[in-house]
């Protein structure tokens, strides 16, 4: 305090000739430095000037303080919207267990903020990882099992590659309505971490070994058999989401991620993987995700390409006749979005769509067609084409391809229809 | 000279490419950061058990004694008393076939999740595996092998897989084979590269 008012004290002595006629008429809190007080203007200080503007909540009794983590304004109101219609899998009963979609009719671009990433957690809370005491282990048929800990992983060389995550279930049907609903459970993040190709060579993989099994922390322990061809490719063991630590409910401080193939494969609060000689079949692939005898796909956890319109899209209503910039998402696990065609007529003519940059392999891909309604009904759809050259299918090929059976895996074209009055329905 | 010349070249040259050879069969570890866990460390008491049963420890149970820990171990808190009432997902249900005929189990089975219980799971050991790897619910480590023995001749038994008073054990419980074995697709014949997917749908 002392210093503090005796180099106030030299600034007011020495600069106050300099600053006369400045900030006259506010009234000096400082009743201990008598030369201010008599002599020289006095000068506003920082513990008392009020800023112009003041943003509300920002001061007075109670306020939050955003500087240290920012806040969006209070104006936007996206939030993730709770899924209820799996009620047997909250088999937690866990409050803070929960499936939540992602709200892409209000996002632009191709990132999801990391809050407005959809979750999926087979009803498990993320477990309360204290990062310093995390481990991830490394073992079964390798030369060298090894242990991690999150300082150790970010010793090594990283990598960081925008990636698309997608649920298995993020199946549209005739039943949903908004856009939420029938496509929520997709997002798409910049992922940070190391190669699982690296540790695995670290570790020394022996002959033999043909897939891994991941596996995470939390109270049913999630695992997922991922082909050895697929680990040593392209995987990342993130400690980074959109340039901030994995989210809890991403996986903190761990997460496995897997481009392209189905999102039960992204392992999260990763905490072992265990290098075998064939897929071991854990709870959830045996109990909710395994495909029949019956069905021709079987095990291929790469996700087929897909697109959706998300303006106008299900629920939506425009106000009027006029342009529309149709705009939507695209992408596949089979690589990157090669083509995107818009049709408006109901698929009778097709156009192709532009593609936004960046156009990352297995990310979302943003595409927009310009299009003037004028009134009337109208059918909306997109298709995608990836750079394996693989189409979307439309509802009856898929169906077709399915043998009717309604599956996860679902990709189809997604028809909107807008009615007379402009209202956007799910026209599946 | 040059017969000197060829000698050398004829001992060097495939002594570099013996060498190169076993630099790359070593994969030695490029970078030494991480720690390498104990063995008794690497013996994971929850680790993953192999759908053959390898991996199962010792230890025994029978439906009778399963019945006894279901109901003293909390099992039925959630499971219902006979583990066919819920809430928590059906561990007993009918008999009724069909139930991962079509799609994938994901979508099949009586009243959805709820209906599919353990009958339609494919590898009886995985049973065993689950319930000592994540039960009870934030309990896990809880029961020992025999009690988890225990309540899988008991699911079992409910669930008219095996006959009361069979013991389950590791070589038992391997050679149980479940009725909807058969419904599943197999394990890919096809080594994963990418294009998979395409390729098997082009078929």
């Not at chain 1, 309360?128 to 073992?139: F, M, Q, T």
């Not at chain 1, 265990?274 to 019956?294: F, G, K, L």
Request: charged letters at 20%; a positive charge; hydrophobic letters at 35%.
């Amino acid at each position: 305090m002392a210093s503090k008012g005796s180099s106030r004290r030299r600034f007011l002595t020495g600069g106050g000739a300099a600053l006369a006629g400045l900030a006259v008429g506010v009234r000096s809190a400082d009743s201990q430095t008598p030369t201010a007080q008599s002599a020289s203007p006095e000068i506003p200080r920082a513990e008392t000037a009020k800023p112009a503007v003041v943003p509300p909540g920002v001061v007075g009794p109670g306020a939050k303080d955003i500087m240290p983590y920012g806040e969006r304004s209070r104006f936007v109101a996206a939030v993730r919207t709770r899924h209820t219609m799996i009620g047997n899998m909250d088999m937690h009963r866990d409050p803070n267990g929960f499936d939540a979609s992602s709200p892409i009719d209000q996002m632009v671009g191709i990132l999801t903020p990391a809050p407005l990433h959809y979750v999926s957690s087979h009803g498990n809370a993320p477990p309360d990882i204290d990062p310093a005491a995390h481990r991830l282990v490394i073992s079964g048929m390798v030369d060298r099992p090894l242990e991690f800990t999150l300082e150790d992983l970010k010793r090594l060389p990283a990598v960081s590659r925008i990636h698309y995550i997608e649920c298995i279930a993020n199946s549209p049907s005739r039943r949903e309505r908004t856009l939420e609903q029938l496509h929520g459970m997709i997002a798409c993040s910049e992922w940070t971490g190391v190669s699982l190709s690296l540790l695995l060579k670290e570790a020394g993989v022996k002959s033999g070994a043909t897939w891994i099994l991941a596996e995470g922390a939390e109270p049913t322990k999630h695992g997922n058999s991922i082909p050895m061809g697929k680990a040593m490719l392209d995987v990342i063991v993130a400690y980074g989401q959109n340039g901030e630590p994995v989210r809890p409910q991403q996986g903190y401080p761990l997460r496995l991620v897997v481009p392209g193939f189905e999102g039960k494969a992204h392992v999260k609060w990763l905490r072992r993987i265990t290098v075998v000689e064939r897929p071991y079949v854990t709870y959830w692939e045996q109990s909710h995700y395994m495909n029949t005898a019956r069905v021709k796909e079987r095990y291929f956890w790469e996700q087929g390409p897909k697109s959706v319109i998300t303006f106008p899209a299900g629920e939506q209503r425009l106000p009027g006749p006029g342009f529309y910039n149709i705009s939507g998402l695209a992408w596949s696990g089979g690589g990157a979005v090669r083509r995107v065609e818009v049709s408006t007529d109901g698929g009778r003519t097709w156009t192709d769509a532009e593609l936004l940059e960046p156009i990352r392999r297995m990310a979302l891909t943003r595409f927009q067609s310009p299009w003037t309604w004028r009134g009337g009904e109208a059918v909306l759809q997109s298709r995608c084409t990836d750079e394996a050259g693989q189409v979307q299918p439309t509802a009856a090929e898929h169906g077709n391809f399915w043998g009717g059976a309604r599956t996860p895996h679902g990709n189809p074209i997604q028809p909107w229809r807008v009615t007379n009055e402009g209202l956007v329905l799910n026209a599946l | 000279m040059k017969d000197s010349f060829s000698t050398l070249y004829s001992v060097i040259v495939p002594t570099l490419v013996v060498a190169c050879n076993v630099a790359v069969a070593a994969q030695g570890p490029t970078y030494k950061i991480g720690r390498t866990p104990t063995q008794q460390e690497l013996r994971f008491a929850d680790a993953a058990i192999r759908p053959d049963g390898q991996g199962l420890p010792p230890g025994s149970g029978t439906a009778e004694q399963g019945a006894l820990i279901f109901s003293v171990r909390g099992c039925a808190g959630c499971h219902g008393p006979t583990g066919a009432e819920g809430p928590a997902p059906l561990l007993v249900t009918s008999r009724d076939p069909g139930q991962a005929g079509r799609g994938t189990v994901h979508h099949e089975g009586v009243g959805g999740f709820a209906g599919r219980g353990v009958r339609n799971w494919p590898f009886a050991p995985l049973i065993w595996s689950f319930i000592n790897r994540s039960m009870p619910l934030n309990q896990q480590g809880y029961l020992t092998a025999n009690e988890v023995y225990g309540l899988v001749a008991f699911l079992l038994e409910r669930n008219e897989i095996i006959k009361k008073g069979e013991v389950m054990d590791a070589k038992s419980l391997a050679q149980v084979k479940m009725p909807g074995h058969d419904n599943y697709a197999p394990p890919p014949s096809v080594e994963w590269t990418p294009g998979l997917r395409q390729r098997e749908i082009g078929k």
